[in-house]
Nanobody
């Protein structure tokens, strides 16, 4: 069982930046790929970014590529999402997730309670 706790969400103006962090409780954190998912009101949850267990490979949704960067620190059991050039359409609840490396929701079996990101235009 793993506990994932996100932090860093908030209100930001369009064009601004936020850094989301996720702290994991699992002793096997270094063995798993991690990712970020998001869900906007009235929409389905969607894939945002993923990173392999040792952090050597990343993947991004086309809508965020070039603006968002995922990173993983196995020693600290943390995974971050640096979000730059934010757009109003990035507003959502962001979830940290653990699973296998990939871009499908089915790749991730555990996620945290989420952190709200609001982007004002």
């Amino acid at each position: 069982q793993v506990q994932l706790v996100e932090s860093g969400g908030g209100l930001v103006q369009a064009g601004g930046s936020l850094r989301l962090s996720c702290a994991a409780s699992s002793r096997t954190f270094s063995l798993y790929s991690m990712g970020w998912l998001r869900q906007a009101p009235g929409k389905e949850r969607e894939f945002v970014a993923a990173i392999t267990s040792v952090g050597g490979t990343t993947a991004y949704a086309a809508t965020v590529k070039g603006r968002l960067t995922i990173s993983k620190n196995n020693a600290k059991k943390m995974v971050d999402l640096q979000m730059n050039s934010l757009k109003p359409e990035d507003a959502a609840v962001y979830y940290c997730a653990r699973g296998s490396f990939g871009t499908r929701l089915a790749n991730f079996g555990s996620w945290g309670p989420g952190t709200q990101v609001t982007v004002s235009s």
